[in-house]
């Protein structure tokens, strides 16, 4: 988790760039980003034909050469701007500028640990597949990888690989298995028909995923050992933070509910389950459900909310104490906040993950109406309408948010109160 | 000029078919049939099935049927007759050389078109049923090889050419690149949270057909649309699976496409020229997860182009001088009723539009959709021979281009006029818009 403990909450207001500028420095500026504590925005700009560089608050990387390309331009949690760059076919993630020494054939999604301390990419190199962590590959690599995942203290990583090679249209091979995980390059000693979405634990010391033994029997495996019980299909696991046992969606014949550690866990039905999680602190489980078909809302220890909506819930979260869940709630492509059961009266075009205060008795959410973007905290509006904004975040006392924004290209960076909403 | 009629293979050797069969028990399909009949259909399937008088009015409204000097065999209640109705009778009791020949029908002998659903007087949705014996095979393990590869692909991929997340991304950055050198700053933005649209196309796109891409981003970046594509598995609207009978991997392609939109933050998701895409996105792969309708609002390039035409964004710099006709996709029209507004768009792009009759939501299928072309090689022939009403409706045309907004048409079309020697080329809607639209910004 970010320490945002020694941000400055104090400052109210600081034009930190303007974009306006970069604009006419460039021959185009792409999607700019800013960091956590919002004091500084970047950018990819093209500085020439097929030159790319990055541009952060202004300036420019000091880099040897441009790069080819560049894409995938994110901060990680502790603030730090990293890229995937290109340049004579080789690439590399390059971080505040300084490129990792290894070189591939190609990366792709990038990944930070909790605290941002460990930056990986899913890699090939010579058609062959591996993670790297922090400039380290895999020692293994494979013919084949998807589903890549790293613990949350960036010290495991995981994913989806293929042991056996598959000609053209094997099916009755394929159908033997020819796909396990691999842990920090190490695959489980079983194969499967398929591995999808995996989860590490709290420490990063096992792993559990979802897999299809044959076409038709689903089940999930923990460290390479399945459950005994066979599903009509199951979704992604995740661990309880304090016990370690594993809580997976699992279809059976009257419908989905959830399982732990392979027994029934919840005795209502649901016509959907999934994204479920665990409040260490409450130990309450939620999950996303279909309640009936075409209605979702949330469970919580297997009730659901009264409320339902028509479209879709997306995007829940526990309360920090574990005592609420919010989560966005679309109905006829309108989009609002329900916290705990209770929509927000307000529809909006878009809105964005909620983000609970410290004390969680406030809800804030970046949300898009009528084209403008602004932040809205329990259903109040900002009184701001910006091009763009960031996700907003508390002070740790909850008393004011940090509210990112780009107004007329100018980017801003302001502490607000939260009773000014 | 009347074409010929081709004699079609009626004992075609699939390995998918015959080692699935060589495994099967007729306990299995017991099994099987018990759990599909008595656990995901309901009254629907017998009222279709028990409800059927066999009247033949359904027999016109097959190509297939039309196509083989009227084969009784393949009339769509004859289909249904040598399928479903017998595992019905026999409530399951049927051998391992039934479920084959019963795959073989339901997956090569009829496209799930649902022209014939027009014309039954009781509205028996002979595609359903066809979908159900689909899905008994499947689970008895008997499918054709190549369109089990293509489901085998999508459960590991998300998408159906086994296209690598590498490949994927690299074709997108690859294209971009040669864009530029038409449009400087042109654009294929990857992950763009809050864009107004994600753009998903299907595997073939970046495997085979990577000038699609290439066109669809000069296309938007003329319009100065903000858009986007993914870089992670989500981006194939396509799903095979769905017509294997595998509706879990059906149900799963699609939540990684709506979750992929959800996660980009996007308003809605704007879909290339796909017709069974369009089904699998919008009305049976959100229907298997629960969304009753799209989470994210999925719209089709056809009315896409439309809007984009009617609204000024892309203007025509001069009209396509080619006489053009157009087919008619089944999933499109039928499924969606864009008939008009494809007719909006080629009349404004086009100048010399000839109608093929019947036309609209009574056009003939192309024999390629339900997933029949991805039977593959070994039911090519007898998918050609069996559709020789549809070369003869585009022969009468008389025109020079055959436009067929949707990839598996496009395909399937391709071999028919080329097997029946039709003089006439196929294009996408796209081909022809990137052809004659003014390009700001051009070099």
Redesign the interface.
Known sequence: MTDTANWDWETKEKLVSDLNEWKDSY??V??PYVSPDGEKIAAIV?TD??EFNVCENGKAWEIEEPFE?A??LRYSPDGRLIVLSAADDEWKPVVDGKPWETIF??I??LKFSNDGKAIAV?S?TDTE?CMAVNDVPWEDSYT???CMILSADGKKSASSVQTIPLG?????K?QEGA?TAAVNGVPWDKNF??V?NMAFNADGSSLAAEV?HN??D?TIVVDGKPWNTVY??VWQPIFHPNTNAVIAPVKL?DGWTLACDDNILWDSRF??V?QQMVSKESEKIAAIV?SS??K?TIAVDGKPWNITF???V?DAVFSPDGSRVACIG?DK?QYTICDNGNAWDMKC??V?KPVFSPDGNKVAAKI?KNGK?TIAVDGRLWNKMCD?VWEPVFSPDGSKILCRSVEDGKYYRRIIPVNEF | MALPYIEYEKNIIDQGLETGTERLTKERIAKVVDKVIGGETGARLKAYVDTCVHCGLCSDACHMYLSTKRDPKLTPSAKVKRTMSVILAKKGNVSPAFIKKASEIASTECNLCKRCVQYCPFGIDIAYVMSVVRRICHLCGVTPLYIQDTAHSHSVTQNQMWVKEDEWIDTLQWQEEDSREEIPDCRIPLDKEGADFMYSVIGPEPKFLAQLLYQTAIIFNAAGLNWTMPSFPGWDNSDMAMFTGDSEIMGRNKRFHYEAAQRLKVKKIVMGECGHAFRAAYDMGNRWVSWAMPPVPMVHAIEFYYDLLKSGKIKVKEKYKKSVTLHDPCNTIRGRGLHEKARYVINELCENFIEMHPNREHNYCCNAGGGVINCGPPFKKKRVSTNRIKAQQCADTGAEILITPCHNCHSGMEDIIGDYGVDMHVKFINDIMYEVMEKPGLE
């Open positions: 021959n185009w792409e999607e093209n034909e097929a390309k894409y995938s054939d190609f792709w999604d899913a090939q597949y084949f990888m998807t053209q249209a094997e099916v009755f394929f796909f028909v398929n999808w299809r076409l038709y689903y009509g299909c014949k016509t959907q999934w279909a078909y075409g979702w028509g479209d879709m997306t679309t492509e075009d878009m964005w898009d973007r763009e």
